[in-house]
């Protein structure tokens, strides 16, 4: 036990008045010896002996059953897919010496005979079934990546006011927004890249043809709306293909 030899803080927080000395004192004499077992009588009590009614063991004889020759052979059973006719399933007594080994097994099922004809691999032109499930809308919005479809929808209502800032909104929501949508990533950025290039092209050619006497208009603002609002189409259809099939999110890097 600490004290206060020990260090400060094993000191009392109060001193104390005195010390008392304590009430028993502790012996350092071993414990008593236990008391000694009574020894056994040499001789056996008068009243011990064998009852006169009980059978004496030499007079009980084992029962012996069925006794099989050790020196005759086993009988053997063919197995049910060796024996018999295909399609039943036979049990045969003869021994394996009376097979001949040129003689092929005969194989029997238990299937249906229609059943059969599935077990084969399918056609070369077969195509896979694929399995759908339902789908709720909310997941194929959170699947869709709401920023990137708020930032399509502010670039498409921009564009009646500004097409700069509407092709600047459209190009943060593509560079930045578009790569943390869950499914088939691979497609929307080809449809991104589709748009993007019709949009470069009308908006060459709207500069072209500013620079004529003819200075034809070719409604930019209409084209950046459609192109905004039908890259959100698509991405919110291409979540629905994945969720609808059960595909597997897309990992980017």
């Known amino acids: 036990m600490a004290t206060w030899r020990d260090g400060p803080r094993y000191a009392p927080v109060e001193r104390p008045f005195g010390f ?4 028993p004192s502790v012996s350092l004499a071993g414990e008593p010896p ?24 030499d007079a009980i004889a084992p029962a012996v059953g069925e006794v099989r020759d050790p020196r005759q ?33 005969a194989i029997a099922t238990s299937a ?16 896979p079934v694929r399995s759908t499930q339902p789908v709720a809308w909310r997941d194929v919005l959170n699947a869709a990546y709401p920023p990137l479809l708020i930032a399509l929808v502010l670039a498409g209502i921009i ?41 470069v092209v009308i908006i060459i050619a709207s500069a072209v043809m500013n620079t004529t006497m003819y200075n034809i208009s070719l409604g ?9 609002w039908g890259l959100g189409g698509i991405d919110l259809f291409l979540q629905y293909q994945g969720l609808r099939f059960g595909e597997r999110p897309d990992v980017h890097q």
């Open 20 to 23: 008392a000395e304590p009430l």
């Open 34 to 57: 236990a008391p000694s077992v009574a020894p056994a009588p040499e001789q056996p009590p008068v009243a011990y002996g064998l009852d006169a009614s009980a059978t004496p063991l």
């Open 73 to 105: 052979p086993f009988a053997n059973h063919g197995a049910a897919l060796t024996a018999g006719t295909p399609g039943m399933a036979t049990l045969s007594s003869s021994s394996p010496a009376d097979r001949q080994p040129t003689t092929p097994f």
């Open 112 to 127: 249906h005979p229609q059943l059969q004809t599935t077990w084969a691999p399918p056609a070369a032109s077969a195509t």
């Open 159 to 199: 564009a009646s006011v500004s097409t700069l800032m509407a092709l600047l909104t459209y190009s943060v929501a593509a560079m930045f927004l578009m790569s943390r949508v869950r499914f088939r990533f691979t497609q929307l950025r080809t449809a991104n890249y589709i748009i993007v290039g019709v949009l």
């Open 220 to 228: 930019l603002p209409w084209w950046i709306f459609l192109g905004s």
